[in-house]
């Protein structure tokens, strides 16, 4: 399984974040949930604070491309294999900051990978 850092974490079940937290769950991905918002997703407790985690595979992200250069150097630092660019989080800059340390890097979303086996 794939432990998977949940960029933009949130309590809102009417959120895409919140929703990937449980299917990710569901598919028995670890995961770890870090977002601005408080509270709990899929049994786990929203991580406010760019915090150090070890053996993160994949990083999939919920924060507009407008809101991510204060993350870059928390995200590349977690050491991913893969980071996931959901509809409306793809960002060139990122994205080739990433590619150029080695890291997978996939315009997709979570969910439908999950659906269909591709994730």
């Known amino acids: 399984m794939k432990k998977t ?7 809102n079940p009417e959120r895409y974040a919140y929703r990937a937290a449980h299917k990710l769950t569901e598919h ?4 770890v949930p870090v977002g601005i ?9 929203i991580l ?4 150090t985690h070890d053996d993160v ?3 999939t992200l919920y924060v507009g491309p407008q809101h991510q250069p204060e993350w870059y150097d928390y995200i590349l630092g977690l050491n991913p294999e893969r980071i996931i660019f959901n509809p409306g989080t793809e960002n ?3 994205e080739q ?6 890291v997978e890097v996939v315009e997709g979303c979570t969910l439908v990978m999950l659906s269909v086996g591709t994730y």
């Open 48 to 51: 406010n604070e760019m915090g």
């Open 5 to 11: 850092l949940i960029l933009g974490a949130t309590p």
């Open 92 to 94: 060139p800059e990122l």
């Open 28 to 31: 028995g991905h670890e995961i």
């Open 97 to 102: 900051r990433a590619q150029a340390q080695g």
């Open 57 to 59: 595979h994949t990083v």
């Open 37 to 45: 918002k408080k509270g709990e997703v899929a049994g786990q407790q």
